[in-house]
């Protein structure tokens, strides 16, 4: 059974950073791509990051680029989102998601940027 759980989320003032994990269970982690998303209450869940299995290749939503840091520890089955610069735009739920047989995505931890 998949199982993928987000933590880290929280409250951080603008400039700041912060470091969501997402553990996983279930599936066969190192060759699987990892995603992390991003939804705002009213809108669309956005994909922000994505780093592939085996050549863990990278890819960033422009909003994030430059800011943010997608990276995995394929040993540990553990997929992580590094960010800084943080702004109150980028508050939003954050998902961790792959897809297997079909999309599975973690419960979601919330990020709030404000003074």
């Known amino acids: 059974q998949v199982q993928l759980v987000e933590s880290g989320g929280g409250l951080v003032q603008p400039g700041g950073s912060l470091t969501l994990s997402c553990a996983t269970s279930?599936?066969?982690?190192?060759?699987?791509?990892m995603s992390w998303y991003r939804q705002i209450p009213g809108q669309g869940r956005d994909l922000i990051a994505s780093i592939g299995g085996v050549a863990s290749s990278l890819w960033y939503a422009d909003s994030v680029k430059g800011r943010f840091t997608i990276n995995r520890d394929n040993g540990r089955s553990m997929v992580y989102l590094q960010m800084a610069s943080l702004t109150p735009e980028d508050t939003a739920t954050y998902y961790c998601?792959?897809?297997?047989?079909?999309?599975?995505w973690g419960p979601g931890t919330q990020v709030t940027v404000s003074p």
């Open positions: 998601n792959t897809w297997t047989d079909k999309n599975y």
């Open positions: 279930g599936f066969h982690f190192s060759s699987a791509t």
